[in-house]
């Protein structure tokens, strides 16, 4: 499980970091508000755990660009602000738990379990010896991890719970994005052209002319 830690306070962050490294947790740490928005923007994460008062781009800033963008990754702020405003405005922004400062790192740990659970961020699907983690974004294929983008995961997702039926590019616009920040056709084709990419060796993806795809477990 990877996570995102946003945190300023210098000696704080590398004590969390340190426990969820020894709990078994992949963890990327970042003062900057701005350089996590870009990290975010560029990699693919389990769950974000957010300070609110950081440099350049608040820790509020940030999760209202990400659910305006329907980005759905599982957040927890970690914060000093205790009042009972910025909790509710925490929540109304997208946040999945708010934990006050100061806390007990198992508490964290056990809210982060929770998180797990609830989101089932370690249901595989396998299938042909491949193993696909949905909602951790990544496949793995051997002893090979490799990590996908939120909305390639989803693709992926939808094609093999359709397996065999043909899909047109319109249906999966409607399922994956509903309202949101809606695609084009060629923009599904790209994500269906990385996920051949990342399925190497096995041709999953059928193009059925006129109509969609179909994918077929071989």
């Not at 738990?97 to 740990?109: I, V």
């Not at 370690?122 to 983008?149: C, L, N, Q, S, Y």
Request: with cysteine; net charge negative; aromatic share 10%.
């Amino acid at each position: 499980m990877k996570i995102l830690l946003l945190e300023d306070d210098v000696i704080l962050q590398e004590i969390i970091e340190e426990f969820l490294v020894e709990k078994g947790y992949e963890v990327e740490s970042f003062f900057d508000g701005g350089k996590a928005l870009d990290a975010i923007g560029a990699g693919s994460y389990d769950l974000l755990l957010l300070d609110v008062n950081v440099p350049n781009i608040d820790g509020f800033e940030i999760l209202t660009y990400l659910r305006d963008i329907g980005n759905t990754t599982p957040a927890v702020y970690i914060t000093s602000l205790a009042g009972i405003d910025a909790l509710k405005k925490g929540f109304e922004l997208g946040a999945d738990d708010y934990l006050r400062k100061p806390f007990e790192l198992e508490e964290l740990n056990a809210r982060i379990e929770h998180i797990m659970k609830l989101y089932r961020l370690h249901e595989e699907i396998e299938f042909d010896g491949i193993k696909f983690v949905p909602k951790a974004h990544h496949i793995i294929i051997g002893d090979t991890v490799m990590e996908m983008r939120q909305k390639e995961a989803q693709v992926l997702e939808y094609f093999i719970k359709n397996s065999g039926k043909i899909i047109h590019c319109d249906e999966i616009i409607e399922n994956v994005w509903g309202e949101e920040n809606l695609p084009t056709h060629a923009t599904i084709r790209t994500y269906i052209k990385n996920l051949r990419k990342l399925l190497k060796g096995k041709e999953y993806f059928e193009n059925i002319k006129g109509e969609g795809y179909r994918f077929n477990i071989l």
